[in-house]
Each structure stands twice: as C-alpha cells, then as structure tokens.
C-alpha cells in the first residue's frame, strides 16, 4: 500500500519534471538551443562550481566532462522530482510550490550568467507553467474520489486500518483527495485514470523532448553552412609531414608513437559549452576595440579576403597531466592576428588582449607574445577543412606557444586591448596564471604502460616531445637506472610543433623495467623532473611507464 503510495508520488513528480524539461526543448527551439532549461541550469552550475571541482573534473572526466554534468543534473532533477511528487500527493499545494523553485532555478540562472540573455528565461518560463499542470492533472487523476459529492477522504480507510488522523487544517482538498485514494480500495477505480493520465504525460514529454531537440537542430545547426563552406587557398601552404613519419615510422621499428597529424575528430576538446554554440559566418564578425587607435570589425568574408597562411601548431591545455592527453597538432589556416592589432593601433600600454566568445568565454592574451612575429592565428581552417564547430567554427584564435587557456578563444568575436592589471579572464579569476608559457614536455606512447615485451627482440620506444615556440634539441630516455641514451627525432617544420622520436630497445632478460623520458629545448634547458601539478600554471615531471619482459 505505502508502495503504490510511492509509486504514484514519484510518477507524478517525475512526470512533471519531464514535460517541464520536454516543453522547455520546444521552446527553445524557438528561442535558441542554450536558452534550453537543462543548459541554462548547467551552465550556471559551471560558474558556480568550485576552481578545485572543476580541475577535479576536467582531470577525472576530460573531454567527457560536459556529458558527466547533464547526467549529473539530470540525475538530480529527477530525485527532486520524485520528492515534489511526494510532496504533491499528500498536499498539492507544497507540490505546486516545489515546481514553482524548480522553474524560478531557470529563471535565476538564466537572468544572473553572462552567457544567456534575458530570452532565454522564456523556456523555463513555459516549462515551469506545463509542469504545473501535469501535477494538477495528476493529482487529481490519482484520486478522482475527491470529486465532489464522493465520500469524505477519512471513509476510504479500509477495515481493520484506522483513519489517518491529520491536523485540522493542513492538507489541501485535492491532496487529502490523493493520499487517501492511493492503495485504499478505492484506489482501483482511479489507477486506470491515472495510469491513462501519466502515459498521456510521457507521451507527451518525450515527444516534447525529442521534437524539441530536432527542430533546434533544424534551426540553429551550421553544419550545413559549414559543409556548404569553400576555404581559400593559403597564400603560404604549410610544409607537408611526410618525411616525418618515414622517420618514426622506419622499416626496422614498424608503425610507432603517435601520428604526425591529429585528426580532428581525434583531437582533444577543452570548453565550458555545453551548448556549442553555432554561428552562422554570415552572422559571425569580430570587433577589435579598447585601447586602440581605431575600432575594427570584421565580417567573415572580409576574414577569408586577408592573406591567410597555413601553419601547424601543437596545441596543448594547461591541465594536460604529464603523460596526457590534452595535446594535439594540427594544419591550421589563418589570417594574422597581430596584422589586424596593428591596423587596428592597439596602444603600448595595453599589455593584455582579452578575447570573447560567443558563449560569454574570456581568455587574456599578452600582447607582447602575439605581436613578436610569431604566427598568431585568427583561424578558420583546421587539417584542410573549416574549423569543427567544436574546435570553435567560425573562427578561433591559436598562438604558438601559449596555453589553451591563455590564447586559444574558440568562436571568438570579440578582442579587447587592455591591460593585466584592470581585466581577469575567466580561467585567471579562478586562480590559474594569468601569464604563462608551455612547459618543455615530452610522453611515451609506446610501449603503453603495462605493456609485455619480448626478451631479445627490438622493440621502438616512442613518443613526442613539445616545447612550442623554442623547440626541442634533443629527447633522451632512460631504462630502469641506466645511462640516459637520445633518440633519434623526427625533423620538424617549425618550433611551433610537437617532435615525435623514437628509440629501439631490447630487452636483455625478463622482468620488469621503467622506461622514463626527458627532453631538452632548443635554449638546452633539460626537463626538469620535479613534479608540480597542472595548477596553477602547468604541470612538470617527467613521464614514466613500466613494462614486462618474457
Ligand atoms: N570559447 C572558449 N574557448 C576556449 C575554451 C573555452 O572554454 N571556451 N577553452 C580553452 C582551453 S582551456 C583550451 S586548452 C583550448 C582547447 O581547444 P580545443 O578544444 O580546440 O582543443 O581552447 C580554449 N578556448
Ligand atoms: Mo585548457
């Protein structure tokens, strides 16, 4: 009896939460996608999540980070869903009450985070209204006895089974209604409308939900803007990898290490979006303002009209643990930011470029670093193809040698000349550096860790090693406590990039060996083994695995 009890709570209140969420998806589709409730809701959620919780996170989770999160909440949705069910069934009005916070979340996180505009309350708005009346319609499904003229609530208790005895005063008609019908005999009659009534209410979330979804897609998606998209040539092609993977991958060692080139769907994705954001190119442009002698904004025709030149570049995140995989390298095409700092006149004294996304992400730049010749991008080719929209399509900022954090603004459209000492972006006001350079790195992918090797055959010990923008001289290796001994490297096209290198190895009897690697930069500073954690400026250590001989 206390079972059906819960059971028909529960369903009402999870029922309710999801034509809430159902309807907002609808909604949203007319709005916007990030106007959706659940995104609104997440993305107050990251603001609000403790600098430790989202390293913890971005440690644990990587680029799954954000998936972890809509699970999380929707997890948490529905367990307070089931309580405002709960709630409802004995008083609606504490139900109805229950919904009213859930919907004023929405509201409040989609009013109190720069990412959202005042619209996209509007999902919520009309999520919230919905839920309310499944939860009447519920309730009352749950306990029609209530209608007027049936038998006063107290009657249904059955024999041998006492009537409750409640304070005068405190439940609502309806609830009194529903908390006796539910698994008192009468409660038979009522199942029928009721399970009519909830079976109405899923139908009707999950075609909400999914319809919704769809018609956002049709909507807002750019995909197809994208795949329509024709990129110039570059005016400077970047130099073909080839010979590099000829080196690494030599006839003696067999295929080894990592690919020259990380393909794009490969490549590791770093980002607070949870709704990536899509913007047309039509759409899109990027201003460039403050101190700057002359405002500049730029369309993307106008964009794509400049001389681009095509470069690889190792990007690399500041929370990429030693041995990570938060690196990649790929052909990026751009046109020259520090060309467009100088047309625009950015002033002497503004030392920092404080870059925005669409979605409301500031990333702080030195402007020392992008203006000293380097190949500063605004890109909007990756690997030969239009920038992925997760990579940041339309366009994105890459700087060779900096951080993600600290230069790599996807869908970016806005750039203002400032200074460190009047501006925090996002990533610093957590308490990450406000200025730093990549740390000379370098991993062993093969063999992996844990990997069993064969006494008396060659095997290729490779990897890559990264230093951008000063470059790597030498990686060396060692096996157990020995001697040190370099590897050959890859050539490479630029400093800009990782290096791959290789060194064979045979294992001379069985047992179990740790391989360990270091490098040394183009200046012939050695990597340093001592361990700091990626906080707050990137991590150091050398990176280690342990392999078995047989
Ligand atoms: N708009 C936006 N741009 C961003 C970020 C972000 O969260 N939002 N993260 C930055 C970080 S921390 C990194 S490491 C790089 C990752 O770029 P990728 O996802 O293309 O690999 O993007 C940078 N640009
Ligand atoms: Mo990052």
Not at 526 to 539: H, I, K, L, N, R
Request: proline content about 7%.
């Amino acid at each position: 009896m206390r079972l059906a009890r819960i059971g028909v709570g529960a369903s009402i209140g999870l029922l309710s939460a999801a034509v809430a969420l159902g309807v907002g998806e609808v909604v949203a589709a007319f709005v916007r996608p990030a106007a959706s409730p659940v995104i609104v809701v997440g993305n107050r959620f990251i603001l609000l999540t403790p600098e430790p919780v989202k390293r913890w996170a971005i440690r644990s989770f990587g680029t799954h980070d954000k998936t972890v999160l809509l699970s999380g909440i929707y997890v948490v949705i529905a367990a307070l869903a089931v309580v405002v069910g709960l709630l409802a069934l004995r008083r609606r009005r504490d139900g109805l009450i229950g919904i009213a916070v859930f919907g004023g979340i929405g509201v409040y996180a989609a009013l109190s985070t720069n990412a959202h505009r005042g619209s996209d309350v509007i999902p919520s708005i009309f999520g919230t209204l919905a839920a309310l009346a499944v939860l009447v319609v519920l309730v009352r499904a749950a306990g029609t006895d209530a209608a007027p003229g049936s038998p006063p609530p107290d009657a249904a208790a059955g024999p041998g089974r006492p009537a409750r005895v409640r304070p005068a005063g405190r439940a609502g008609p309806a609830g009194r209604a529903a908390a006796a019908a539910v698994g008192a005999p009468g409660w038979a009659a009522n199942r029928r409308g009721f399970l009519q009534g909830s079976a109405a209410a899923a139908a009707l979330a999950a075609v909400a939900g999914f319809g919704g979804r769809a018609a956002q897609h049709a909507r807002f998606d750019v995909a197809t803007a994208r795949a329509k998209l024709r990129l110039p040539a570059p005016v400077e092609p970047a130099v073909p990898p080839a010979p590099v993977a000829q080196v690494v991958n030599g006839p003696d060692l067999g295929k080894s290490g990592v690919p020259w080139n990380t393909p794009n769907s490969d490549f590791y994705r770093i980002d607070t979006a949870i709704s990536v954001p899509q913007i047309e190119p039509k759409n899109w442009s990027l201003r460039i303002h403050g101190m700057v002698d002359r405002e500049l904004r730029l369309n993307y025709s106008e964009l794509l009209a400049r001389p681009l030149i095509e470069r690889w570049i190792t990007l690399c995140c500041v929370s990429n643990e030693v041995g990570g995989g938060l690196v990649g390298n790929a052909r990026f095409l751009g046109a020259r930011l520090a060309d467009l700092l100088r047309e625009a006149g950015v002033h002497a004294g503004a030392d920092q470029l404080v870059m925005s996304s669409s979605d409301g992400m500031t990333i702080g730049a030195p402007t020392a670093v992008v203006m000293d010749g380097r190949d500063a991008l605004v890109a909007v080719g990756m690997n030969g193809v239009p920038l992925p929209i997760v990579h940041g399509f339309p366009a994105r900022i890459v700087v060779p040698g900096l951080y993600g954090y600290v230069s790599a603004c996807k869908w970016v459209v806005d750039i203002e000349a400032t200074t460190f000492a009047s501006n925090q972006a996002y990533w610093v006001q957590g308490g990450w550096s406000a200025q730093t350079e990549i740390k000379l790195q370098s991993r062993i992918d093969t063999p992996g860790s844990g990997a069993t090797v064969k006494v008396g055959q060659p095997v290729a010990i490779a990897g890559i090693a990264w230093d951008q923008h000063v470059g790597i001289s030498q990686v060396e290796v060692q096996v157990g406590k020995g001697e040190w001994r370099s590897a050959r490297l890859a050539p490479v096209p630029s400093t800009d990039t990782w290096r791959q290198w290789v060194l064979p190895w045979t294992p001379p009897k069985a047992g179990q060996y740790t391989l360990r690697v270091r490098a040394v930069d183009a200046a012939g500073t050695v990597q340093p083994p001592t361990y700091q954690d990626v906080f707050p400026s990137g991590a150091t250590g050398l990176h280690t695995v342990t392999v078995h001989a047989r």
